[in-house]
Structure formats: C-alpha cells, structure tokens
C-alpha cells in the first residue's frame, strides 16, 4: 500500500539523520522532498500546501525533546500530520438503536460498489454481531442482481429478492418493510453505477436518498484508490448532490498512489470509513487515519494485525496449540495448523509491513514468492504423510520417505530437507515452552512471536542477514 511514498518518506528523512537538531535550514530540503513525493502520490495541491505549512510550523516551534533525535522527531510531526489529513480517527458508522440502518452504496461504474455491499455485510454480522439485508438496486445492469446474491449466497446472508422492473426508490422502501418484518438491524443497498457523473445517475439516487430521508441513512461512495484525484472530483459531485456520509476507498491491494486517501476528507469533508483491500469478502478494514500513517512511514501496524489475527485464528485451536506447546509437545499437525493460520492472515508479504521495522527489511529482501512456494511444497508433503507419521515423525523409516516422495511429487532429498528443518524447529518450540512455563509468554494467540512464525524464513529465531533483492531462499526455511 503506497509503497512509492513510502520509499520517498525514508528517502526525505535521510537527509535529516545524523543532524544535531531540526533548524528551518537543515529541513528545507526535507520538506521539499516531502512535497515532492506528495504531489507525485497526486495528492491534491492545496492539501500539501497546507501539510507541508504545518510541518513546518509543529517542526520549528517543536520543543527539543531530550533523547529524541531530530529525524525521529520529524518522522513523529509528519506522522501526526498524515493522520489529521486524512481525519485522525476513525469514524465509525451511524448505526440506529433498536431500529433499522439503511446504508446506499453508491459510486460510478466498476468501482467496487457490489463487492464492497457483500463485504459490509459480512463484517457487519461477523464483527457487529448485526442482522443483515442484501438489496440489489442496480436496474441499469441487471446482472448486478445475480452477481450480489452469489456473493450473499456464498457467505450465508440473507437477500432481498428485488423486483427490478420498480423505481430503485421503491425497490429500497419495499426492502425496508421486508427488513421490518423479517427483525433486520441493517439494510445494504447496491446501486447503479455509470461512466461518468451524470444528471439520470444522481437524479435517480437523489430520489432513493429521499425515499430513505427520515431514517438517517449512511451514504456510502465508494471509489477506487487508483483513481487519485478523479476520486476525489466524484466524491465532490456526489456529496454535494445526495450528501454522503462516507466514502470507502477500494483496491487498495492494487499499487494506489495515495492520493485519494490522504485528499478526501480535506477537499470533500467526507470521511473514509472503510478500505476494501481485495477480491475476497474478508478483504475490508476499517479506516483507521492514523494506523495508515503509520503504514505509509513504515512503522507498521501491529493493531491491525492483531484484529486480524483474532478474526482470522480460531481461538480454540490457538488456546489447543498453547497448550500442546505448554506441555512441550509440537507435531507436524500443530506446524500444518500454524501455516493455516498464517494463511488466513493473508500473505506474507502484506503480513509483514504491519509489523514495524518488517516493511524495510522485506524491500531488501526483494520477492517473497521462493518462500511462499516452499510453504506451498510443505503443505503437499505433510498432506502425503499418514496421521501416525503427523503425530510422530520418528517413525518414519527410508520407505515412508519413499512413499511420501513419491506421494507428493517430491524428491526422497526434499522429504529429508522438510524433516530435517521440522526437528529444528520442534527445538525452537521445545525452548518457547520453557520460557512459556517462565511466566514470559508472547502475546498473540496461535504466534508465538516471530521465531514460532511459519514461513518467515530468515527471520527465525537464529538471525541471519536479509538476503538482497532477487536472491534465492535457497531452500532456507531458517
Ligand atoms: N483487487 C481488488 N479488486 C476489487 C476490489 N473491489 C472490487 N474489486 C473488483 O473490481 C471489479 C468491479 O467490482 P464490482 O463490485 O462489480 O463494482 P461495481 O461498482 O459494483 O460495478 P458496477 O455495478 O458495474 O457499477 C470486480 O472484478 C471486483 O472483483 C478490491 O478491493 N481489490
Ligand atoms: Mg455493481
């Protein structure tokens, strides 16, 4: 996410390091370069005249902090500063007490609306505990309609079977009664979309918004991050023509620039609310200004991580593991549950930018794919061995390691490499249960801090130097 801004950030704040302390000539040239890097992000420009102003400003009135360095200290002002641009906090979704919440999706065509309507609803009944309603309102494409229920049938929600032949406008006041009827808390409205911002698109969603005036409805745009400051326009155009109360950036997986998140609320005084992150429906993350400059510096984004860990790790599993590691036990079935785990996650490299000082490191390190495919080899041999052999690898004599190389369309070698890197790290685990029993227990549930990370080859527990860019892993799992 952003990375180029990241890149130029660390490029900018070099030129401060090593300074006894920040004086309007020695961050001249940082805040050009700061500038720069913004501007290229297409940032819109009134925004960076106001950000790099108030960096100046917090920068030279800063108070010298003893013990802080000055480039630490920049790095903090222009943090703070990223936060407050794009809002500082998150603002979370107006919901209704004890009765129904309507939320428009709205936004131009392609732009993710349909997807991010499935998301919504899934995080919502998953994290908000709430009874949701999926309306398909797009009668420009009909397919619209097809294309929300798969994805509503896909994730067990309920749907609206609209009849798309009706006025969106009635299509959302006859969701509502059904919604009413049927003990609903929410209602998520996909609508149309079109090429560009037209008089028939915002006629027509004025009038749903209308329809819905009354019951205090979200309004939601949704944009995708890609598009800069085209973004930033329709964000403009459709708030002053229906009133949004949020904009949800999407694509964020896709190399964005930067623009839209950090323009939106300063032009528009819309918040973004929501970052849609991916294809998949657990891809959404609440937008959170001040973890995302921290992202976008490289400090990473351990809360993010951890909300994503408790949501993506079953905690009885991971409670089962600590237990099984407690009593110094770890098999190859606990290892194959770990990566599972870590999947869920999501990769490895966008696991690794949330955690600080992990964003520089996997830059030097270069492509992750090499270690990602080992993991995948792993998996296929651990699925050719037997459950005794899981439980208990000692067992396993030169004709299991036949039957498993040939079982899994690996060499006899490669089956030895993954036994051999097994017993390390058993021994690893067998000295984490120690300090465990120590009383020093770390504290994600199911990862054991780094060292107990599948896949993170290099960045176990015995240290080793980042490999350079496009060096092979060598088959090195530690
Ligand atoms: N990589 C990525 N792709 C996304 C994301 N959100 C949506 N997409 C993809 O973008 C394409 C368009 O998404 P839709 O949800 O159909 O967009 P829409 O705004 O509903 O489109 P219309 O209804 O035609 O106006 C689809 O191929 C989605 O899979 C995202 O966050 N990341
Ligand atoms: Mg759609």
Same mark, same amino acid.
């Given at each position: 996410m952003f990375d180029n801004l990241s890149d130029k950030f660390s490029e900018a704040f070099k030129n401060i390091s090593g300074k006894g302390k920040i004086s309007e000539s020695n $961050? +001249? +040239?940082?805040l050009k370069l700061v500038k720069t890097a913004l501007l +290229?992000?297409?940032v819109n420009? *009134?925004?960076?005249?106001?950000? $790099?102003n108030n960096v100046k400003e917090e920068a030279l009135g800063e108070k010298v902090i003893k013990g802080v360095n000055p480039e630490e200290q920049f790095v903090k002002i222009v943090h703070d500063e990223l936060a407050k641009t794009m809002g500082d906090k998150n603002t979370e979704l107006n919901y209704i007490e004890g009765g129904i919440t309507p939320i428009l999706v709205v936004g131009l065509n392609g732009q993710g609306k349909t997807t991010f309507s499935g998301k919504l609803s899934l995080f919502l009944s998953k994290k908000e505990k709430k009874n949701v309603l999926l309306v398909p309102a797009d009668t420009f494409r009909p397919a619209a309609k097809d294309q929300l229920i798969t994805l509503a049938k896909s994730m067990n929600m309920d749907w609206f079977d609209s009849d798309l032949s009706k006025h969106p406008k009635d299509i959302a006041a006859d969701a509502m009664a059904f919604a009413k009827e049927n003990g609903k808390d929410i209602v998520i409205i996909d609508t149309a979309g079109r090429l560009h911002v037209d008089e028939e698109l915002m006629g027509q $969603? *004025? +009038?749903?918004r209308q329809g819905l005036e009354g019951l205090n409805p979200e309004v939601l745009m949704v944009a995708d991050a890609m598009t800069g400051q085209e973004a930033v326009n329709v964000a403009k155009s459709f708030h002053e023509a229906v009133g949004l109360t949020g904009v949800v950036l999407s694509k964020m997986d896709s190399d964005a620039r930067g623009g839209a998140a950090l323009? $939106? *609320?300063h032009v528009t005084g819309v918040p973004i609310k929501f970052i849609s992150t991916g294809e998949k429906m657990k891809d959404l993350e609440l937008f959170?200004?001040?973890r995302l400059a921290g992202r976008i510096l490289d400090m990473g984004d351990v809360l993010t991580l951890v909300e994503k860990a408790e949501a993506a790790i079953d905690k009885d599993d991971a409670e089962g593991m600590m237990k099984r590691l407690e009593k110094g036990k770890f098999s190859v079935n606990d290892f194959m549950k770990q990566m599972d785990m870590m999947k869920n996650l999501g990769s490895m490299a966008s696991i690794m930018k949330m955690i600080p000082g992990m964003g520089g490191m996997l830059k030097q390190v270069g492509d992750l794919t090499p270690a990602e495919n080992e993991m995948k080899r792993m998996r296929v041999i651990i699925n050719s061995m037997t459950k005794k052999e899981r439980d208990n690898y000692k067992i396993m004599k030169d004709s299991h390691i036949k039957r498993i190389a040939k079982g899994s369309g690996n060499t006899e070698a490669q089956v030895r490499d993954f036994i051999a890197k097994f017993k390390q790290m058993e021994q690893m685990m067998g000295g984490l249960s120690k300090m465990m *029993?120590?009383?020093?227990?770390p504290g994600m549930p199911g990862m054991p801090g780094m060292d107990g990370m599948p896949g993170m080859p290099g960045l176990g527990g015995k240290k080793k130097k980042p490999r350079k860019k496009g060096g092979k892993w060598g088959g090195g799992f530690f």
């Open positions: $961050i +001249e +040239e940082t +290229e992000a297409d420009f *009134k925004v960076v005249k106001n950000f $790099i $969603i *004025k +009038e749903v323009s $939106i *609320k959170h200004p001040d *029993k120590g009383g020093a227990m």
